[in-house]
């Protein structure tokens, strides 16, 4: 009865394990699928197309073009391959502007036949108009309209996922933004968290080291928004004030919310690792006359070392990946920050924030998801540095 009960035991502790395996298979591939979905989405918004006049030479536009052109910031075709030509932006929406009611007819049943009459009358237009108002004779031309590159993704500078006619999903203001929080926050939570978890494992007493070690471990459970709301309440407009900025919320102000957050994970880590050097070497080191800092300094932190730098890769980890406190501290601005002290946006903070309103199955939506991968790996290779580490202090 006894061995049945165990191969029962052991036939579902095997299912778990299988079936966890294969739901996080899954999740991963749904990830992936979905991400690099965006890849077969066309630059201009479903539904639309450009067109221009059959004159004007330029037959096809970048995203970043057709931003500029529709914000005013390039005026003339020659600045995008054309003739020495003024550009005239049309939208659909400006319809009545050019046309009354009696031409446009009811429910807009001339407009084709008007929106022609005014291409091939300007030769500097371009006209942004729904497709089924283009018909197969249409005397005008279309600009051609490729796939979204990736080249338009990992190495673009903008994020205007709602942009119109061209959105644009330029990573590099979210992965700079992300990293320039994470990198300020380890260097702000390091010096603190060393320092205590020094003093926790060789100075302080066994008393005080169990009154210590609940509170930092309480410290790690409490909720990232209560975080937030601190930095919110506290840290914003105190940065304000000190440093005179417009408004508080900064990668300053994230990367001191992700420092306080990220202190007892590198504190707890690192006491461990200090705690594990033999009590052989501390003492051979105070008998050869060594003072307890210099055994600190030249014995203990030399032995802990790969459990210190596996603390350090942990607490980027956490800072990483955090979103609801960075989401309400850092400014929410998704531009390349020039200062720790601007405004931003991290991968997370984003996902958390636009996914909720991205049509399902659209390019923003896709896009979403494909900085889920790209956070995916970043992940990956974090928790790979921590075994790699981890496995190092074992040897």
């Not at 700079?176 to 929080?181: A, N, R």
């Not at 900064?250 to 006491?271: C, K, N, R």
Request: glycine residues 8%; charged residues 20%.
């Amino acid at each position: 009865m006894k061995k049945v009960l165990e191969k029962i035991i052991t036939g579902i502790i095997t299912c778990s394990g299988f079936l966890t395996s294969v739901v996080i298979l899954l999740i991963v591939l749904f990830l992936f699928s979905e991400g690099f979905g965006l890849f077969s989405q066309k630059t201009i918004e479903d539904g639309y197309t450009l067109v221009v006049n059959k004159s004007n030479p330029v037959d096809e536009l970048n995203a970043k073009q057709i931003k500029e052109i529709f914000d005013e910031d390039i005026t003339n075709w020659k600045d995008v391959g054309g003739t020495d030509e003024k550009i005239m932006l049309f939208r659909f929406d400006d319809m009545q502007k050019f046309f009354t009611e009696e031409e446009l007819g009811k429910n807009y049943a001339n407009a084709d036949k008007c929106i022609e009459k005014l291409v091939e009358k300007n030769k500097g237009i371009i006209a942004f108009v729904p497709n089924n108002f283009i018909k197969k004779d249409f005397t005008g031309k279309k600009l051609e309209d490729h796939h979204i590159a990736g080249s338009e993704v990992f190495f673009g500078n903008e994020w205007f996922p709602t942009a119109t006619p061209a959105p644009q999903f330029g990573f590099v203001p979210l992965i700079l933004g992300t990293v320039w929080v994470t990198v300020f926050a380890i260097l702000f939570a390091l010096p603190f968290g060393l320092a205590v978890s020094i003093y926790m494992s060789e100075v302080a007493s066994e008393k005080m080291r169990k009154i210590l070690k609940p509170v930092i471990e309480l410290l790690n459970g409490i909720p990232s928004v209560v975080y937030g709301f601190f930095g919110l309440i506290v840290i914003v407009p105190l940065l304000q004030d000190v440093f005179g900025l417009p408004v508080g919320e900064s990668g300053l102000a994230g990367a001191i919310v992700l420092a306080i957050m990220a202190l007892p994970t590198i504190i707890t880590v690192s006491q461990d690792a200090m705690l594990n050097c033999p009590r052989s070497q501390r003492e051979a080191s105070l008998a050869l006359g060594a003072s307890r800092w210099q055994t600190i300094y030249k014995v203990v932190m030399p032995y802990s070392i790969s459990g210190i730098t596996s603390a350090i890769v942990l607490g980027i980890g956490r800072a990483f990946g955090e979103t609801m406190a960075v989401l309400m501290v850092t400014g929410n601005a998704a531009v390349i920050p020039l200062s720790i002290t601007d405004p931003l946006r991290t991968i997370p903070a984003t996902i958390a924030a636009e996914l909720g309103e991205a049509p399902a199955g659209g390019p923003h939506y896709q896009s979403l998801f494909l900085l889920g991968v790209v956070l995916f790996f970043i992940t990956l290779i974090i928790n790979s540095s921590v075994e790699y580490i981890s496995a190092k202090n074992k040897k």
